[in-house]
């Protein structure tokens, strides 16, 4: 495998750092009232969907989670479009017509993030199904989570896809709860990514804190994906530094355990990394920093610069 | 024009339009060599190969599913559900995701995809293999529901569903299968939405769907010989409704019963019923009568299974009782 090059590892650096900062802003944004509905956020799992991300072509496609923004930044998506959609403008990726848990992006591939948990596995077998159907080479990234690895269609998706050997790279982000429900409580194994052995593909455990430890697993099985030696399961050990959604009081884990969590914290972590091989200097870190923050600051302003949808579009776009 | 089953019917327009369009692939059940559960797709497996013709495992979910994730890919999957009761352990890939994409994504998304399945009783298959559904796909806006009765309905209805940039839920009746009428070579879509008068008449409307379409044609033999002339008239499709074939008819016999197989209590039937009062009750000479099945899961033993679906006296009994 071939080790990214300075321009890849920096542009991992911003995107783990667009995410954090974005996931930033809306928490303080829900909090004031500003965004409707439910959010799911992504902080302290940015490693995960940048690494995978990071080994796909623009012409990949992913199928994202309820817990979607990382993905659908990572996988490139317009910070603008994300953040009128997150705050139900007209001029957000659906109109205003998805939200948080449904935002798409077709022309990159961003086959839509997802509320229902495990909704996603069937969708990135299809996906699959058409690259291998028009032999395009392509493949499709399923992220779904713990909780989502115990869901029917999740073990009906990974037989379908092993069966075929379709390119479907399935990325489990085990953040150790199902909402408030512990790993332990919900299934008996440790690692999820056992359960690859009965549908006879590769099942690897990364740490999903490690950004690079992330993007080597998910470039090697993209590879054999593409080959047509089907799919990979590709667990990444992680977790959310906020609840299951903003306003959960997270009285099912411990305050210990956070902390430890944060101490691995992936962004500093690989920044250190950067700086300490010589790779980027801390100028160079702040610098991506800095555009990034003003990136979403510009977001922020088209959001909430933009119109709301007005009664009239409700009914547009019910069929094609 | 040529004599076809309503089994040939559709298996010639999966194969013209396979033939026509490379995009257009059949997954499901035992689809392939063995031809579907009921042999609609024998023969294609053979013309097409696996490629096309795709056998799956036998999980419900994953074939509605990649099927609906094909389609947003670009590719126009007809998958076929053994049976419509099966449609349960989908469910979520039907109704959350195909029927939601292209709303919940702002316009972006299309998902031309097609879920034929069979449903009805009248074979012995009981209550997990014999029921009428269509009511269920009505209330998800975002899947179109097709139900025709006759070979040529079929036919060209399921060459538009193939054709069409929405999720198509395509009901078939397994009694049908076997029925024969004058089907065309050509491939010809029946627009979707658009209902056919099966019988004209001046004295009551029949508003009937899929197997019911002929209980009501022999219904209104029958009433003919009494003297009452019913017009018989077929939606085709459910969603969408031709309302304006309903209503007309109703403004012309000032009286309708409406007869479905499925259980009566929130049938479609009930909401035709509902359109016809909200739009048209000042054209009614009488209360609008429903026949439908009775509020009992699908019996297996023959004469309970007989007692359960609707029969041509009880259509007969529902129009005399509007006098």
Redesign the interface.
């Given at each position: 495998m071939k080790h990214p090059d300075k321009k890849v590892l920096l542009e991992m650096f911003s995107t783990m750092t667009k995410i954090r900062l974005f996931e930033t802003e809306l928490q303080k944004f829900f909090a004031a009232g500003k965004i409707p509905g439910f959010v799911h956020l992504y902080l302290g799992e940015e490693a995960v969907a940048t690494g995978a991300c990071a080994a796909l072509k623009q012409t990949d496609m992913i199928t994202s989670t309820h817990r979607g923004h990382g993905h659908c930044l990572a996988k490139g998506g317009d910070l603008k479009l994300m953040m009128a959609e997150i705050y139900g403008r007209s001029t957000g990726y659906c109109k205003g017509k998805g939200g948080s848990m449904h935002i798409a992006d077709f022309n990159i591939g961003i086959l839509g993030a997802n509320g229902i948990v495990g909704g996603g596995g069937p969708l990135a077998v299809g996906a699959a199904f058409s690259c291998q159907y028009k032999d395009t080479k392509g493949v499709c990234a399923c992220f779904f989570g713990d909780g989502a690895s115990n869901q029917g269609t999740t073990q009906e998706s990974l037989n379908m896809a092993s069966a075929w050997k379709l390119p479907v790279v399935f990325i489990n982000e085990n953040n150790g709860y199902g909402i408030s429900c512990p790993q332990s409580k919900s299934m008996a194994i440790t690692d999820i990514a056992d359960r690859a052995a009965a549908y006879d593909m590769p099942g690897v455990v990364v740490d999903g804190n490690d950004v690079l430890a992330v993007y080597e697993a998910v470039t090697m099985a993209v590879e054999r994906a593409r080959k047509g030696q089907g799919p990979s399961l590709i667990e990444c050990k992680t977790y959310r530094w906020r609840g299951h959604f903003e306003g959960d009081a997270c009285v099912y884990r411990s305050e210990k355990e956070l902390e430890e969590w944060k101490a691995k914290d992936p962004i500093p972590r690989f920044a250190k990394k950067l700086l300490d091989t010589g790779t980027a200097t801390q100028a160079e870190l702040d610098g991506i920093t800095a555009s990034v923050a003003a990136d979403i600051e510009a977001a922020v302003q088209f959001a909430e610069g933009s119109p709301y949808p007005t009664p009239e579009d409700l009914l547009q776009d019910v069929y094609a | 024009m040529a004599i076809k089953t309503y089994l040939q019917a559709l298996n010639d327009a999966m194969r013209q339009e396979m033939e026509r369009d490379e995009n257009v692939?059949i997954i499901g059940e035992d689809v392939g060599k063995f031809g579907g559960c009921f042999g609609v797709t024998q023969g294609l497996f053979d013309k097409f190969g696996e490629?096309r013709v795709?056998d799956?495992?036998i999980?419900e979910?994953?074939i509605?599913?990649?099927?609906?994730?094909?389609?947003?890919?670009?590719?126009r999957?007809i998958a076929e559900l053994m049976f419509v009761d099966f449609i349960g352990v989908a469910l979520?890939?039907l109704f959350?995701?195909a029927a939601k994409?292209?709303?919940?994504?702002?316009?972006?998304?299309?998902?031309?995809m097609v879920l034929r399945m069979p449903q009805g009783a009248g074979v012995g298959a009981a209550a997990q293999h014999s029921q009428s559904l269509e009511a269920w796909f009505m209330h998800i806006?975002?899947i179109?529901v097709c139900i025709p009765s006759t070979p040529a309905d079929a036919k060209g209805l399921l060459i538009s569903a193939i054709r069409d940039?929405?999720p198509v839920v395509f009901l078939e009746h397994k009694i049908l299968y076997g029925v024969e009428g004058e089907v065309g070579d050509e491939a010809t879509p029946i627009e979707l939405g658009k209902g056919d008068v099966k019988r004209e008449g001046t004295d009551v409307t029949i508003v009937a769907t899929s197997l019911m379409v002929h209980t009501a044609l022999q219904a209104a033999e029958a009433l003919a010989a009494q003297g009452i002339n019913a017009e018989v008239v077929d939606p085709r499709c459910l969603v969408p409704l031709d309302k304006d074939i309903i209503l007309n008819s109703v403004k012309k016999t000032h009286a309708l019963v409406i007869a479905h197989e499925a259980v009566k209590t929130a049938g479609a039937g009930a909401e035709i019923a509902a359109m016809v009062a909200e739009e048209a009750l000042d054209y009614l000479d009488a209360p609008i009568v429903r026949v439908g099945a009775p509020y009992c899961p699908v019996p297996f033993s023959p004469p309970l299974e007989k007692a359960y679906i609707p029969g041509a006296d009880q259509i007969i009994a529902a129009v005399k009782s509007l006098r």
């Open positions: - | 692939f490629r795709r799956t495992p999980t979910s994953a509605v599913g990649a099927a609906a994730g094909a389609a947003a890919a670009g590719l999957p979520d890939q959350n995701q994409m292209h709303y919940m994504f702002g316009g972006k998304a299309k998902v031309p806006p975002g179109k940039d929405n």
